[in-house]
């Protein structure tokens, strides 16, 4: 993030630019802009204005509808606002996009320490985003002793927040991940074939594949 943040002058600007590319038919208000990238109020709306300056992100008039409940009866009421979304036709849309993955989106030592609150990590993989593979079930794999699911996710959250997309993860605790290993868990299977990188491995998984 470091290098980027100094390349596109704010950890801000890159946050929305991943958010965009990565997520390229969605149509964002500022609101969730701001909720999913988890920026300043302030700094999201001034990026905006230099991405739309600049070609990258579009705006136009949106309509949602906001449920209301009170008690059984629920209301809908119609809100108009302005949308973001990105322009497909930009010239240096995939040049940017492959900037973006290869400068910041690593599978290293860095990653599993986000997770060191989480609990004791026997097994950490990393494929999908990570690996730049984008036809694998999971982005991690976490496996551990005593893990704590809220503050698993929450440091999810916190990494989607910075990567612009959601993280698809399975987490076990150990006992239950050697059940389903033992059982050739198909999920466990499809992770452990298709293309991923171990950074954590005190099951001796790699060393002794049963799938």
């Known amino acids: 993030m470091e290098i980027l943040s ?5 950890e801000t600007k ?5 958010l965009f590319l990565f997520n390229q038919d969605a149509v964002y208000s500022a609101s969730e802009i701001i909720g999913r990238s988890k920026s300043d109020n302030k ?11 600049s070609g990258i992100i579009k705006k136009k008039a949106i309509v949602r509808d906001i449920h209301h409940k009170r008690g059984k009866k629920i209301t809908i009421k119609k809100i108009h606002e302005i949308g973001y979304y990105l322009d497909q036709k930009f010239p240096y849309l995939q040049a940017l996009k492959n900037l973006l993955i290869m400068v910041s989106l690593h599978a290293n030592d860095s990653l599993v320490k986000k997770f060191a609150s989480v609990g004791r990590i026997k097994l950490f993989i990393a494929s999908g985003v990570f690996i730049q593979e984008w036809d694998t079930r999971v982005d991690l794999l976490v496996v551990g002793d005593d893990m704590n699911l809220t503050r698993l996710d929450s440091v999810m959250k916190s ?10 993860y399975s987490a ?4 239950d991940f050697e059940y389903r290993y033992g059982m050739h868990d ?9 293309p991923h990188t171990t950074l954590v491995d005190k099951l001796g998984i790699e060393d002794n594949k049963m799938l």
């Open 43 to 53: 700094d999201t709306k001034k990026e905006l204005v230099i991405l739309i300056n």
């Open 14 to 18: 890159v946050k929305l630019l991943r």
């Open 159 to 168: 990494i989607e927040s910075e990567v612009g997309k959601e993280i698809i």
């Open 172 to 175: 076990f605790e150990t006992a």
């Open 6 to 10: 100094k390349l596109f002058g704010s």
């Open 186 to 194: 198909r999920l466990i299977r499809d992770i452990l074939d298709l």
